[in-house]
């Protein structure tokens, strides 16, 4: 037996006598299930004594077990972990990774009432008072105190995490601003000047020069943005996105440079599907899910519209990277007479409550046409809501501008119909003074901001998501969605586990008052569209493959309504997501519980 099995079989004795004793696969399979049903009873018939915390992480592992060892899951996921086991007792070993063997010895843990939840990673070394011998104001101060307590910790986490709105960092950008404007001949008026934003967006070789002056650049990124150019990958980052980096590579502008600076292997992903990118990189299908041109359907009463299908600067992570070709693309704005055919479609569908303007970015458009654009879906009885998708507020916030917000105020008419605006922070860092002014333009108009966020290995760390949700309600803007990184393999170092954004959920966002924690967590099943993370309803994992990756079975929205086919889906490993983690400077052990969320 080789040593990394070891504590394995130390944890459940009992599953590596079974399994090392069977003479073949099914025979395994039999009395493992069996063992794993027979403890299940035992506990449920409560003839051995278990707290009930403890009995939920047995019951969730005894039947991710249970999911793992079934022949129909099996097929599913093309992979038999019970057959890697069985090896690995009989033999000593299997063709697995180490990622592999630490997801069963985690399982077995919580099977074994091992599972390392308790204590958290929040409270450890502290010991809850039991409020239960205490009554009345003495029970209500012992509790205050601890939660007190608790909110102490969760600031020393938060600290780590400064906004643009920081007196410090926003000295230090003021002081970035003038090298930029230096750099482009431009003063205080041209930086406050969304067309000047436009015009100097770093998209080619000059603007890679450029870049070099005004911060450094680590040598990957170097060469990775060389090769894109080189190659024709997208690649655009704005005046105002690039002052907000520190002059040299840091932690704290980690999140920044990775939205915009792409890494080599998704480079060279993107070179090797010139070719056919618009199937092999379309994630979501939205070739399969468009009745009409510029329009995309996969809900009964909204759908999206895109008439312009390129943005100012470009997201590595982009959804749409198999459309977009670079910044402001000649390609990129829709005909007079495409519009209007998406338009009529909306006016012939009377099924359509909510249209969703997007893109790429529609506020790239000059006023006029945004104006024509909105004039045409206000004159729809049936839309009732329309919501403006942007990322402008980040990336060049001088675009919201009095007359532009002057077009937004003339559609949003309370009663009839409402506008909103739907954005896309990432992280606290983004926030800066003039975002602060962008958002304050339209919420005087008594629109609602949403905001969107892709949960990122960038921005995945403890209580970061939580920092950004904070910041984003002193400036008005309503957390929406926490997207699942997509499952495009040209992506998979922005990727991070189901069970990091569940964990992130349950851990840290629940500990901030309900209306700061408005967002859900959400995965976009291809095709199908989003299905909700905390809904076990909605997912089940259905295997572990050799190299450690969680199969998951995601059940389309609409389960229980319409007989439609799941989705299986492979996500990156848990044990690969905290090796990263460690390289970034985190203590995996920080997040140990992460392996129970399933």
């Given at each position: 037996?080789?040593?990394?099995?070891?504590?394995?079989?130390?944890?459940?004795?009992?599953?590596?006598?079974?399994?090392?004793?069977?003479?073949?696969?099914?025979?395994?399979?039999?009395?493992?299930?069996?063992?794993?049903?027979?403890?299940?009873?035992?506990?449920?018939?409560?003839?051995?004594?278990?707290?009930?915390?403890?009995?939920?992480?047995?019951?969730?592992?005894l039947?991710?077990?249970?999911?793992?060892?079934?022949?129909?899951?099996?097929?599913?996921?093309?992979?038999?972990?019970?057959?890697?086991?069985?090896?690995?007792?009989?033999?000593?070993?299997?063709?697995?990774?180490?990622?592999?063997?630490?997801?069963?010895?985690?399982?077995?843990?919580?099977?074994?009432?091992?599972?390392?939840?308790y204590?958290?990673?929040?409270?450890?070394?502290?010991?809850a008072?039991?409020?239960?011998?205490?009554?009345g104001?003495?029970?209500?101060?012992?509790?205050?105190?601890?939660?007190?307590?608790?909110?102490?910790?969760?600031?020393?986490?938060?600290?780590?995490y400064?906004?643009?709105?920081?007196?410090?960092?926003a000295?230090?950008?003021?002081?970035?601003?003038?090298?930029?404007?230096?750099?482009?001949?431009?003063?205080?008026?041209?930086?406050?000047?969304?067309?000047?934003?436009?015009?100097?967006?770093?998209?080619?070789?000059?603007?890679?020069?450029?870049?070099?002056?005004?911060?450094?650049?680590?040598?990957?990124?170097?060469?990775?943005?060389?090769?894109?150019?080189?190659?024709?990958?997208?690649?655009?980052?704005?005046?105002?996105?690039l002052?907000?980096?520190?002059?040299?590579?840091?932690?704290?502008?980690?999140?920044?440079r990775?939205?915009?600076?792409?890494?080599?292997?998704?480079?060279?992903?993107?070179?090797?599907?010139?070719?056919?990118?618009?199937?092999?990189?379309?994630?979501?299908?939205?070739?399969?899910?468009?009745?009409?041109?510029?329009?995309t359907?996969?809900?009964?009463?909204?759908?999206?519209?895109?008439?312009?299908?390129?943005?100012?600067?470009?997201?590595?992570?982009?959804?749409?990277?198999?459309?977009?070709?670079?910044?402001?693309?000649?390609?990129?704005?829709?005909?007079?007479?495409?519009?209007?055919?998406?338009?009529?479609?909306?006016?012939?569908?009377?099924?359509?409550?909510?249209?969703?303007?997007?893109?790429g970015?529609?506020?790239?458009?000059?006023?006029?046409?945004?104006?024509?654009?909105?004039?045409?879906?206000?004159?729809?009885?049936?839309?009732?809501?329309?919501?403006?998708?942007?990322?402008?507020?980040?990336?060049?916030?001088?675009?919201i501008?009095?007359?532009?917000?002057?077009?937004?105020?003339?559609?949003?008419?309370?009663?009839?119909?409402?506008?909103?605006?739907?954005?896309?922070?990432?992280?606290?860092?983004?926030?800066?003074?003039?975002?602060?002014?962008?958002?304050?333009?339209?919420?005087?108009?008594?629109?609602?901001?949403?905001?969107?966020?892709?949960?990122?290995?960038?921005?995945?760390?403890?209580?970061?998501?939580?920092?950004?949700?904070?910041?984003?309600?002193?400036?008005?803007?309503?957390?929406?969605?926490?997207?699942?990184?997509?499952?495009?393999?040209?992506?998979?170092?922005?990727?991070?586990?189901?069970?990091?954004?569940?964990?992130?959920?349950k851990?840290e966002?629940?500990?901030l008052?309900?209306?700061?924690?408005?967002?859900?967590?959400?995965?976009?099943?291809?095709?199908?569209?989003?299905?909700?993370?905390?809904?076990?309803?909605?997912?089940?994992?259905?295997?572990?493959?050799?190299?450690?990756r969680?199969?998951?079975?995601?059940?389309?929205?609409?389960?229980?309504?319409?007989?439609?086919?799941?989705?299986?889906?492979?996500?990156?490993?848990?044990?690969?997501?905290?090796?990263?983690?460690?390289?970034?400077?985190?203590?995996?052990?920080?997040?140990r519980?992460?392996?129970?969320?399933?």
């Amino acid at each position: 037996m080789t040593n990394r099995w070891q504590r394995c079989w130390d944890v459940a004795p009992e599953i590596y006598l079974l399994l090392k004793e069977s003479d073949s696969l099914e025979a395994a399979r039999d009395v493992v299930v069996g063992y794993l049903q027979s403890l299940d009873w035992t506990h449920r018939r409560e003839a051995a004594e278990m707290d009930p915390w403890d009995y939920v992480l047995f019951n969730e592992g005894l039947e991710c077990l249970k999911n793992l060892f079934s022949p129909r899951n099996e097929r599913a996921a093309k992979n038999s972990s019970l057959e890697q086991l069985w090896r690995a007792a009989a033999t000593g070993d299997a063709e697995v990774s180490d990622d592999f063997v630490d997801e069963f010895f985690h399982l077995f843990k919580a099977v074994k009432v091992q599972a390392d939840v308790y204590p958290s990673m929040l409270m450890e070394g502290t010991t809850a008072p039991d409020f239960t011998k205490y009554e009345g104001r003495e029970a209500g101060k012992r509790r205050s105190d601890y939660l007190d307590e608790m909110a102490r910790r969760m600031d020393e986490h938060l600290s780590r995490y400064r906004s643009g709105l920081d007196p410090e960092v926003a000295r230090k950008r003021a002081e970035n601003r003038e090298r930029v404007l230096a750099l482009l001949g431009g003063d205080e008026g041209d930086w406050h000047d969304w067309r000047w934003q436009f015009r100097h967006v770093f998209k080619d070789e000059l603007g890679l020069s450029q870049i070099r002056e005004i911060i450094n650049l680590s040598p990957d990124h170097d060469r990775s943005i060389s090769l894109a150019l080189e190659k024709g990958v997208p690649f655009g980052v704005t005046p105002h996105y690039l002052h907000l980096m520190d002059e040299d590579p840091s932690d704290q502008d980690f999140a920044l440079r990775q939205q915009v600076f792409p890494p080599l292997k998704y480079v060279q992903k993107m070179i090797a599907h010139r070719g056919d990118r618009k199937v092999a990189l379309d994630f979501m299908r939205e070739r399969d899910t468009s009745p009409e041109e510029l329009v995309t359907r996969r809900y009964p009463r909204v759908a999206i519209i895109k008439p312009y299908d390129s943005c100012p600067q470009i997201c590595v992570y982009c959804q749409r990277n198999w459309e977009i070709t670079s910044p402001f693309m000649p390609s990129a704005m829709a005909s007079e007479a495409e519009i209007d055919g998406a338009l009529d479609w909306y006016a012939e569908h009377e099924a359509m409550m909510d249209v969703l303007v997007t893109g790429g970015d529609p506020l790239v458009m000059n006023d006029g046409l945004i104006d024509r654009i909105l004039g045409r879906l206000a004159e729809m009885d049936q839309i009732l809501s329309i919501r403006i998708a942007t990322r402008t507020p980040v990336t060049v916030p001088q675009r919201i501008t009095e007359e532009l917000c002057e077009i937004f105020g003339s559609y949003h008419d309370l009663g009839r119909r409402s506008l909103s605006v739907v954005t896309h922070f990432m992280h606290p860092r983004e926030v800066t003074a003039e975002t602060v002014e962008a958002i304050r333009r339209i919420r005087v108009l008594g629109m609602d901001v949403y905001n969107q966020q892709v949960f990122t290995f960038a921005n995945s760390r403890r209580f970061e998501t939580a920092a950004l949700r904070i910041v984003l309600k002193k400036i008005g803007v309503d957390p929406y969605y926490t997207f699942n990184m997509k499952g495009k393999s040209e992506m998979e170092e922005y990727a991070v586990p189901i069970a990091r954004i569940l964990q992130e959920r349950k851990e840290e966002a629940r500990l901030l008052p309900g209306i700061f924690r408005t967002d859900e967590p959400v995965f976009n099943v291809p095709f199908l569209g989003k299905d909700h993370l905390r809904a076990w309803q909605n997912h089940e994992i259905i295997g572990i493959q050799p190299d450690g990756r969680r199969t998951y079975r995601f059940l389309p929205w609409e389960k229980n309504i319409v007989q439609v086919k799941p989705y299986i889906y492979d996500d990156v490993s848990i044990g690969g997501y905290l090796r990263r983690l460690r390289e970034r400077g985190e203590d995996p052990e920080k997040y140990r519980s992460i392996w129970y969320y399933y």
